[in-house]
């Protein structure tokens, strides 16, 4: 980039995310470029409908269906690849990297599986791979974690990271509906996509995890490793009985640094009522950070969104801009630890992982019962902090039992549920949820 | 700095943020290194209590009582203020400014009056002064105003920037104290100085606000025009009622643009209480931004004591370590606009200032009393929404009345309010707060 000419963009895809950068690129010029020291341009278009794209643009630039094209182009300073998937844009991106190219981009899924050999291949060209838009939206977590927090050792981050799934969450509590039902909201309003898949499985929020504990511990990606469970099998009826022991249950991504590897992992959690986490309501977005130094810090706000997940996009670019004259090495590095500084730290299997849990039993109605459970619990080394007990149903001689417990190792819950539903009291499966106090 | 060399930090003043800054960077040594691409060492420290200095540092650094020895050493890359206030901080940080040493200060006083000469001596020297530990401690929230959003136009800010006042704003509401008993409360458990002027008078808050204004905005420090207004007029009958209406009574830092200026303000306001913001209790921080694009964003944690705010001050470190080798014009600009393109957007005085209001007043309980009132609100173009009227005290025959207006000018409130407590009606003065719906 020479310093007096404007920095030329080749947006790849001008959909949701790609038209609010556009938008808001056209909309701030005067105010970007006061910041970032000279004009920030969109200079050509990519989209397979180039209708769509035109519509848009007008002419002030390019148009193409060929997004090679682009990522080719010589007057191309910076390619933001806001295609998605891991195929066209996995190829899209590395030849960007060969031509010399700064890239910016949303695609958490890419990176969370291809991040090691893109940016490997990036610092071997000398060019950047910034990826503030790939979690939580416009919220700068990545920044934060990077450069903000970056005197601390990171004991563990915490975040609710997928808007879908805490909409959802958020309809089921507060209307008492059944998964189902608000789903079918989350879709009316189009908070949930027609194919919801990635988002209610957990697999979105597992990539952005997956990108989190990379840039916290100084470790590769390594999605593979993550372990994933979605709000599919989530009950009504035990949101209702979390809330009765002063609990909301978010669907969590947790990444925690131990003494024997990095706990990576996303599931539903029970989180106490009175933390600002558990108060972040709707398609909102939140991360709590805990550092050993400035303790737990919160980095809330949209998570999704044309224009909020543009902020991030351009906020890069913007970035991209300022370290253009920077000498590579001594840019901020892609993971947050130098290229050659990663540790090998293992991602441990959920069995090793240690939370808390919510267990809700339904058992027979007769003397007896507790004591058999408490027993199983107390062989297993594992302490009860809390229980309620419900009336039995009338007439049908059974009852819930829910019981909050101490922490211990996922393995030793395991063990003890097998062995409680080999009761003969004991009615159905237990339900298991995690719980994260987050202290 | 040679790109294979240790950064060589001065440090001046070695108390509690000090102290805090020499333990996590030896505690986190190895961990900073790997992600600044080299170690950064306190070379030498300067305080006036050697013995105390020594006793912390061991042999691990030099050792003076004599500061200006500290800002001119060849040897030192960077120097770290920890000093306060503007007087002799004021010369060190200019002296060191003008031996090309990068400055990292957590002082906001000295920057809220005179960071408009030390930016530029900065700028022309061609370094570096950053001051992220001088706004909310541990939070990067200079960072997020600076970079983070930096495709935004921000429209406002409000923040709490103060965790002694929303200790004691705690205290008030939560044990029903009045003002006095929770400072006490707040002294005796290190959350509020012996001498509190500063916190409790908004004086800290309005530094910080002054500092966020600049880069939200891209104006100059314009400390003198900010208007203040600390906590110690406070009544815990209004937080009382403030509760009863659905709403927490913050000190808040509020930023706004306007078409014709800038509001710069710290007072206390009503928050609703479903917001994040009211929920932000004791001694925390929170800071709370609204942008064209992101929308709200918000950034909660630690805002004082000593590895909180070490943390942001190593940050800065290792920010201007990484930045060592860019070309000055490629930084991150002091206050986020190129020093060529600060606006010059006037400070509005408060008069002009648009909040809703919390009004309360000491009525007689007889008729047509309210009828007068509300005629006076309509007069001045002021619309009423929500009210609540206290039974009378017995045999007293008066009776309170609050009532939360919408939004109106200051001015529009002020000559309603001198109407008002004209009618022979009133009792006492009326009790004005301002209201921020954060929306």
């Known amino acids: 980039m020479n310093s007096i000419q404007p920095v030329n963009v080749g947006l790849l895809g001008i959909g949701t995310v790609g038209g609010g950068t556009y938008t808001v690129l056209a909309r701030n010029a005067e105010e970007i470029a006061r910041r970032a020291g000279r004009p920030i341009q969109v200079f050509i278009v990519a989209d397979s409908d180039i209708d769509r794209a035109r519509a848009l643009v007008g002419d002030s630039c390019q148009v193409t269906d060929e997004p090679f094209a682009v990522v ?50 990036a610092q071997q060209k000398g060019v950047t791979v910034a990826f503030e838009a790939a979690v939580a939206g416009g919220v700068p977590i990545i920044k934060a974690l990077r450069e903000g927090l970056s005197a601390n050792r990171i004991e563990w981050v915490a975040g609710i990271i997928n808007g879908t799934t805490n909409f ?10 059944p998964f189902a039902d608000a789903l079918s909201e989350a879709q009316r309003l189009g908070y949930a996509e027609a194919d919801p898949t990635f988002d209610i499985e957990g697999i979105d929020a597992a990539h952005k995890t997956t990108l989190i504990a990379a840039i916290a511990f100084g470790i590769p990606v390594q999605f593979d490793k993550a372990y994933v469970e979605g709000i599919t099998k989530l009950e009504a009826l035990d949101i209702r009985y979390a809330g009765q022991l002063g ?11 131990r003494q024997d590897g990095v706990e990576l992992r996303v599931h539903p959690a029970l989180v106490p009522e009175k933390r600002l986490l558990a108060n972040v309501e709707g398609a909102m ?30 906020a890069d670019l913007i970035d991209v801009t300022r370290a253009a004259t920077t000498d590579p090495d001594n840019r901020v ?19 090793e992982a240690e ?44 009852t819930d039992i829910i019981m909050l417990t101490h922490v211990c190792r996922e393995k030793e819950a395991n063990a003890a549920i097998r062995k409680i539903e080999a009761l003969s009291s004991i009615r159905n499966y237990v339900t298991k949820i995690r719980l994260e106090n987050l202290q």
């Open 355 to 398: 939370t808390a849990f919510y267990l809700r039993l339904t058992v027979e109605d007769r003397p007896g019962v507790l004591a058999d459970i408490t027993r199983i619990l107390a062989d297993e080394g594992i302490s009860i902090d809390a229980m309620l007990q419900k009336e039995p149903e009338e007439g049908k001689g059974i």
């Open 285 to 314: 977005n939140a991360v709590l950070v805990k550092g050993d130094a400035v303790g737990a810090t919160l980095y809330y706000g949209k998570g999704a969104g044309a224009e909020p997940t543009a902020s991030a996009v351009i």
């Open 168 to 177: 959802i969450l958020s309809e089921m509590r507060e209307k008492d509906l």
């Open 72 to 121: 080719t182009d010589p007057a191309v300073d910076v390619v933001v690849e806001l295609i998605g998937g891991y195929t066209v844009a996995r190829d899209l991106v590395m030849r960007a990297i060969e031509n010399g190219k700064h890239v910016v981009t949303a695609n958490k899924a890419l990176l969370a599986l291809y991040g090691n050999e893109i940016f490997a291949a």
């Open 247 to 257: 609990y909301r249950i978010k669907l969590l991504g947790v990444t925690k640094r």
């Open 333 to 351: 590095p892609h993971l947050a630890f130098q290229p050659d500084q990663l540790h090998d730290l293992a991602i441990l299997p959920i069995e």
